[in-house]
């Protein structure tokens, strides 16, 4: 009988670790977005290299275009902490090249969109989203973030085909309806008949200096109060 006791407390025991695992401490965000994220970029082309890059390229619906952000979170009353990431490949958007620069470039992210990766601690997918209309991005009432490029990126050089090349970015960066200018790297990649562009680290964003309020309840004690953006454009020539 003392066997049997012993055995159903050790079930229990390895069971209740394997759920605290996979619903509190488990954390496991999706990777940072870069121009190799996605297709695998050194075996796709989708059409020959323009033998000019000079003119307006325009980004593409589907995909591998995506905008979100990055947001730390403790769950459990600090016992874990994990990353929420949310994305929308709603992007619409522009850039113009003119020799070794892009000397316009404008984009706009659909937050209606955003869908968050599977996170821990039984707040789901749809929940968090749905939490985000009302709290935190507001997105009912400020639906779309958008940034626009003040400033020339010069790359120095051309890129030639798969080839990577990172310069400065500045512009006004649009979140909550607070417009704030930044500055980051950003890689671009010229793939067949396209050009990649993302961040080459993502933006950090200090959620005050947006008039964001961190949401709380539910099973997050604390989310931070800073988090970070990152975009992932594909863009065509014309």
């Known amino acids: 009988m003392l066997k049997k006791l012993i055995g159903a407390v050790i079930v229990v025991v390895v069971v209740g670790g394997a759920a605290l695992w996979w619903f509190v401490l488990r954390d496991d965000p ?22 000019s890059l000079d003119g307006t390229w325009t980004v593409q619906d589907g995909g591998d275009t995506t905008a979100g952000f990055r947001i730390d979170e403790t769950f459990a009353n600090g016992l874990a902490d994990h990353l929420a990431v949310g994305r929308s490949d709603d992007v619409t958007g522009s850039i113009t090249i003119d020799g070794t620069q892009v000397t316009k470039g404008d984009f706009t992210v659909d937050l209606t969109g955003l869908t968050f990766s599977d996170t821990p601690g039984g707040l789901s997918v ?18 779309e973030a958008t940034f626009e490029l003040t400033q020339p990126i010069d790359f120095g050089k051309e ?13 006004d960066l649009t979140i909550h309806g607070v417009t704030k200018e ?3 790297e950003v890689e671009a990649k010229v793939v067949g008949d396209t050009i990649r562009v993302a961040t080459a680290d993502p933006v950090p964003v200090a959620f005050a200096d947006y008039d964001i309020e961190a949401p709380t309840g539910g099973p997050v004690a604390e989310i931070a109060d800073k988090g970070s953006f990152e975009f992932l454009v594909v863009l065509r020539q014309g």
């Open 30 to 51: 999706p990777a940072e977005l870069s121009v190799d994220g996605g297709t695998d970029t050194s075996q796709t082309t989708t059409g020959t290299t323009p033998a």
């Open 126 to 143: 749809a929940n968090r989203a749905n939490a985000m209309k009302s709290r935190g991005l507001e997105t009912s009432t400020f639906p």
């Open 159 to 171: 890129p030639t085909s798969g080839e990577t090349v990172t310069a400065k970015a500045t512009g």
């Open 182 to 184: 930044v500055t980051f």
